[in-house]
């Protein structure tokens, strides 16, 4: 009555756990909105003699009218131009990481010898720091509206404050960053709320459906909102800081880095031409080596980013309950 | 006769080996950093624009300026542009050590290090935040230190002034009055109405207390235009 052969007394012949060669992906913020039009993309500096960029704000074309003459031979107003200026400056960003050889014998179930592996990584990587500084520049314009400290956000906000930038002369579409909280209060008053135009529209059909991803509605024709989870803290934690602004009112840039014969290297994001010949530097590099005395594979990730608010009176802050 | 609890000496002519001190390995660390974001090392800073209602008080609604090359045109250990464009917009930026010790602390976070004011509490394995705002020590009391510090320091921050407290009067004014037309509906709106009320009533007795009108203090001076004689005759003519 001894001589079963169970799997839970046969320790030689099986093994008490194995691996699954399909993985799960750890749970982080990976939306990029990056491609809306409200952000002001400066361009690449490489090559262009410095890492600092100045982008000029003129009051051109219709922001100075014509003023009246009493007579027809009064001589007319001379007119100052009023100017200003924004600074992106980019800086490297890095990561590093390192396996072990032991681990790559063994094996796991990332590729590690695979390009694209640490391709992915190192994308994610680099976009999701780039969204990290945007959001960290979107909450400190002078202007700010939402229902204040401790308060749910909710749509008459986000409308009142698309009017607030429309009364400013802003233009085109506006973008809406918000952190997933501020806008699931959105969600949570659109949802709830009976009477009034908007819960009729189709806008609000859209805005109460759950979403994953960073690009979440657009509201009234005109606000398309994205939320994101790197959008920072107010008043000491109680509140979130997100953001609405049209074109100009964030300024970001990169630098490519160049092509390094010399470098054992992946590059992303490479322009080329149609011939498939490298046409320019590349945005993210992951750059391979190794450690002999410790025995491990070293990748170290590099991206050139910048970012800053342009246009003051082209956003405003938005502060409500985290 | 030999302990049972002693090793056996070693005999003959070779020394006998004390051996180290072995000892098990310790337990690792087990404490898990809060489940959050790194985040630069920042300064606070005040616009003569941002104001909220904060603890039932008109209060400074600070910005924070991260210490970060990349951002606001800060190159790698050299703000100053940033702080200059900050400055150029009206913002009065906050040494850490206004009040003597900094206002940020540094924490373990999921990857590095996060940078959040002294009054924010974080605990391991939680991506959860708590405020400490109210009390003698909380964020809301160093409020209050800053605008009582005194108008030489360059520090102070001077009470809210007309241009700042109108739109806010107007904005909670409206949503005041779209969450009150709301309750009959949506009975949850009711308390968001009295939280709009009160919060008005803040902003309303801040207004009142300038008369309407007073004098502007602080680096936006108001206008008060310069009078002039109309001739409509003239005009006409």
């Avoid at chain 2, 924490?107 to 394995?125: C, E, I, K």
Wanted: glycine share 10%; charged share 20%.
């Amino acid at each position: 009555m001894a001589n079963e052969i169970w799997y839970s007394n046969s320790g030689d012949l099986v093994l008490s756990e194995t691996l699954n060669q399909e993985f799960l992906l750890a749970l982080a913020d990976r939306g990029y909105p990056l491609n809306h039009p409200a952000l002001y993309y400066v361009g690449d500096l490489q090559g262009k003699g410095s890492l600092t960029l100045k982008t000029s704000e003129i009051g051109w074309m219709g922001y100075d009218i014509l003023a009246d003459v009493a007579n027809e031979d009064t001589v007319a107003t001379q007119t100052a131009l009023t100017d200003s200026s924004h600074t992106v400056t980019v800086a490297r960003k890095a990561m590093e990481r390192n396996v072990g050889q032991a681990l790559l014998i063994a094996g796991a179930p990332l590729n590690f010898s695979d390009p694209a592996t640490w391709a992915a990584d190192a994308a994610g990587a680099a976009a999701g720091k780039l969204v990290d500084m945007l959001a960290n520049v979107a909450d400190d314009f002078t202007n700010q509206t939402g229902p204040g400290s401790g308060a749910d956000l909710n749509e008459i906000d986000l409308v009142t404050t698309a009017v607030a930038l429309q009364v400013a002369n802003v233009q085109g579409r506006l973008m809406c960053l918000l952190h997933p909280q501020q806008w699931g209060d959105v969600q949570i008053d659109v949802t709830g709320s009976a009477g009034g135009a908007f819960q009729y529209s189709q806008d609000a059909q859209r805005a109460m459906l759950l979403s994953d991803g960073s690009y979440k509605a657009t509201l009234h024709g005109l606000i398309d909102v994205y939320s994101s989870s790197r959008v920072p803290t107010a008043n000491s934690g109680a509140d979130r800081a997100g953001a609405m602004f049209g074109r100009g009112g964030i300024l970001w840039g990169d630098a490519s880095i160049n092509v390094d014969p010399d470098a054992r290297a992946i590059y992303l994001g490479i322009p080329s031409d149609d011939e498939g010949n490298v046409t320019g530097g590349a945005k993210v590099m992951v750059e391979m080596d190794r450690n002999p005395h410790k025995a491990w594979k070293v990748a170290v990730y590099n991206a050139y980013l910048g970012a800053t608010k342009g246009i003051d009176a082209a956003g405003r802050t938005i502060i409500s309950d985290a | 006769m030999s302990n049972p609890l002693q090793p056996p000496r070693a005999v003959g002519r070779g020394v006998e080996s004390q051996g180290e001190v072995w000892e098990a390995p310790r337990p690792v660390d087990v404490a898990m950093p809060p489940k959050i974001e790194p985040c630069p090392p920042f300064f606070y800073m005040h616009h003569p624009n941002r104001w909220a209602v904060l603890g039932g008080k008109l209060r400074p609604s600070l910005g924070q300026l991260p210490l970060e090359p990349g951002l606001n045109g800060a190159s790698d250990g050299d703000f100053e542009v940033a702080f200059t464009q900050k400055r150029r917009e009206g913002w009065t930026i906050i040494p850490h050590d206004v009040m003597g010790g900094s206002y940020v602390r540094r924490h373990r976070a999921r990857r590095g290090h996060a940078h959040l004011p002294r009054w924010v509490r974080v605990f391991g394995n939680s991506s959860t935040m708590v405020p400490n705002n109210e009390g003698p020590d909380g964020y809301f009391a160093f409020l209050d230190a800053l605008m009582a510090l005194p108008e030489s320091h360059q520090s102070h921050i001077a009470p809210a002034e007309l241009h700042a407290l109108m739109p806010m009067a107007d904005y909670l004014r409206g949503a005041m009055e779209r969450s009150a037309s709301a309750i009959a509906k949506d009975p949850r709106m009711k308390s968001r109405a009295e939280r709009f009320r009160a919060d008005l009533d803040v902003v309303e007795a801040a207004i009142a207390a300038l008369g309407g009108g007073g004098e502007v203090l602080g680096d936006l001076v108001e206008s008060e235009g310069d009078s002039v004689a109309l001739d409509l005759e003239a005009t006409d003519g």
